[in-house]
């Protein structure tokens, strides 16, 4: 077995490369007709019913105007439902044939089930479940100091995506409907400072992967994956409202503006339409998978001489890639007896 297993080694990889090669422009061509088909074909998304989490901000906004275009009932659901009142007014101005919101937290699922029945008895069926719930960070794992914040990366990033799914499956088998998740390129890509993100969303993946082996036809599961896009993410505009201590911010709550953002929410929306399994932007990022199948060193060298590069390294905390000593804001910093879980503890007490 060991030799048949070193002689597979030496010849499958050049051999796939080889066949890869002659096959690439049939299947160029064959997914060039498929999209065509499915464009011209797309969903009526007229008078459907659309659940989005995490809709307060960011990605989620912009695919809840996306979806209002199509004049579909949207259910708007993130943890403090204030945000929400402005975005499905927009909505509704912008061609949405009606708009609920509601507050809930995705990682219970108690709450979970709360507002899908409550969707179901109001309008009697899901067709999109569209989950952009996400949390980044923005810090190397050993500057941690309390390793309580792991658990809540994982949990709003995987379980925040995977209840909702989980809850809506059975009225979404009823409509031949279809779940929408949002994932990232550091699913597999390994970007430095983004260690337990990249962890969270490769587990996403794999999991609505094998998810649509389980539904089959049933249920339509469309991945959407980003690469670096315009926010204000990145520029460090990250502080909580109402008086609270902490100096981050989770992402679906930070208003995103900006053509990268809308422009990858249309994406989204359009592929979802469309029945495409993945949507990716941008696209080129895929090169990298190649490096990281067949020449994983050039990729380890290429982050390494990115990291030498960085100057010496600065505390960060989540979600803020703001350092800890240049607050722009006379709002405290986040120092003191009180450790990081227990801020989050508090604030969520609060936000309860």
């Known amino acids: 077995m060991d030799l048949i297993n070193s002689v597979l080694n030496l010849v499958v990889p050049p051999a796939s490369l080889v066949m890869l090669a002659f096959a690439w422009p049939a299947l160029s061509f064959i997914n060039a007709c498929e999209w065509l088909y499915n464009t011209l074909y797309s969903e009526n998304m007229e008078d459907k019913v659309v659940i989005i989490t995490g809709a307060s901000s960011g990605i989620g906004e912009q695919i809840a105007y996306e979806y209002a275009k199509k004049k579909t009932n949207l259910v708007l659901v993130a943890r403090r439902d204030y945000r929400l009142r402005g975005i499905g007014e927009n909505a509704r101005q912008i061609g949405a044939k009606h708009v609920m919101i509601m507050a809930a937290d995705v990682v219970k699922e108690d709450d979970c089930r709360r507002f899908i ?22 810090f190397y794992i050993e500057e941690a100091a309390d390793t309580s914040v792991f658990p809540l990366l994982m949990d709003i990033n995987f379980w925040g995506n995977v209840y909702p799914t989980y809850v809506a499956l059975p009225y979404l088998r009823q409509s031949r409907g279809r779940v929408v998740v949002n994932a990232s390129v550091e699913s597999w890509l390994p970007l ?35 690469g670096w896009i315009g926010s204000e993410m990145t520029r460090g505009r990250f502080m909580l409202e109402d008086g609270a201590d902490m100096q981050w911010k989770e992402e679906r709550e930070v208003h995103v503006s900006g053509g990268p953002v809308e422009e990858f929410a249309r994406m989204i929306v359009s592929g979802a339409c469309r029945g495409d399994a993945y949507v990716k932007y941008p696209s080129w990022y895929d090169i990298f998978l190649l490096y990281r199948v067949f020449a994983l060193n050039v990729l380890n060298w290429t982050f390494q001489l990115l990291l030498t590069t960085q100057g010496p390294r600065r505390t960060s905390l989540i979600g803020t890639g703001m350092p800890l000593l240049e607050a722009s804001s006379p709002r405290k910093l986040l120092t003191g007896p009180a450790t990081f879980s227990q801020l989050l503890l508090q604030q969520q007490q609060k936000l309860e």
Do not use: C, Q, W
Request: proline content about 2%.
């Open 117 to 138: 029945n409550e969707t179901i008895n109001f309008y009697g069926r899901v067709d999109h479940l569209v989950n952009t719930t996400s949390l980044g960070h923005t």
């Open 192 to 226: 430095p400072r983004m260690s337990l993100y990249a962890a969270a969303k490769s587990a996403l993946i794999n999991f609505y992967d094998t998810l649509r082996f389980e539904v089959k036809d049933g249920v339509g599961i469309t991945i959407a994956t980003h």
